[in-house]
């Protein structure tokens, strides 16, 4: 069943959007359908309370009558001010990649690129729906079984953060779309809605991952999962974390053994390095993935986060080695141990270090 939130402008059209809610409504039950956000307790931040509830919902419907740009303090519009209720739950939306869709009544036209604020002109290229007293039952039943398909829905999964965490997740029991090629992509989206990292394109095969992101704050966040075009089915997600911070430091001679519980988790080693030392790291009591094929890879990073030399293949076996990098400064390394796949486990790590 789909969470629908009904956007509209009490000087604009009420009297269509209350029809509309009601039509909702019936539909959908009373739980799964919101407007009315200004009635909201006294002493609650407007925006945190629209940022909550339009995050929980499917689709927004932002309905545009002829008096939707109108008029707010003299010489400007009401759509021109960032506090504006209506441009922060439609602009909400569209960071957060909800579907909205405009509903024009009223004989109302879509707005243009130009009549819109920056953070609202994607709205524009938005595929509207029109209402006309003509036709408004038949209309609003089709806006309504089009909202109830399943085909362009995303499913969307909040989770709680902290900030410096990493998050990763493996999807199992895939039946969206078919094997063999993209049919689905997943992103994270922040407490503020922005995209945390790049989105990933995912085939429908067991064991797909989205590889470990660092959670820049603290708060709620969104993992949303985009089936493409009419791509339709299930799947079965796990979120894994790790702590914020690294996972150790290292010392030439001494041994540090990480364990990786995770799917597409890292473990992050630092290490003290000086401008001209030639560093190398040895492998031991390697359970991660099977033996005889690259079972994970090994990168360093220099103290400004920036990758010295190429990265690593380490295969399942003991004794693998990553040969001697040259380090550009003096500071502290990141050693980062990436399983590849869904690949889990353990393995001690020695560095070995000389000038």
Known sequence: MPLIFVSYRRTDAPGHAGRLYDRLVDRFGEANVFKDVDSTEPGADFVEVIRDTVGKCDALLAVIGRDWLGPGEPGSRRLDDPQDWVRVEIGDALHRKIRVVPVLVEGASMPSPTDLPDELGALARRQAFELTEASWNAQVAQLIDRLDSAAGRTARVNFDGRAGERVSFGFEDVTIGGGGENVMTASILDPKGQEV?????????????????????????????????????????????????????????????????????????????????????????????????????ASILDPKGQQVGETSNVLGLDDDVIEAQTLPATGTYTLVIDPDGTNTGRATVRLRARR
């Open 197 to 297: 990292g790049a989105a990933f394109d995912l085939l429908n095969l067991d064991d797909e991952v989205i590889d470990a992101q660092t959670l820049p704050a603290t708060g709620t966040y969104t993992l949303v999962v985009d089936p493409d075009d009419t791509n339709t089915g299930k799947a079965t997600v796990t979120m894994h974390t790790r702590p914020a911070g690294d996972d150790g430091d290292l010392a030439p001679g001494r041994a540090r053994t990480v364990a990786i519980d995770g799917v597409g988790q890292t473990a992050r080693l630092t290490f003290a390095g000086r401008e001209g030392e030639r560093v190398s790291f040895g492998f031991a009591g390697v359970t991660i993935g099977g033996g005889g094929a690259n079972v994970m890879s």
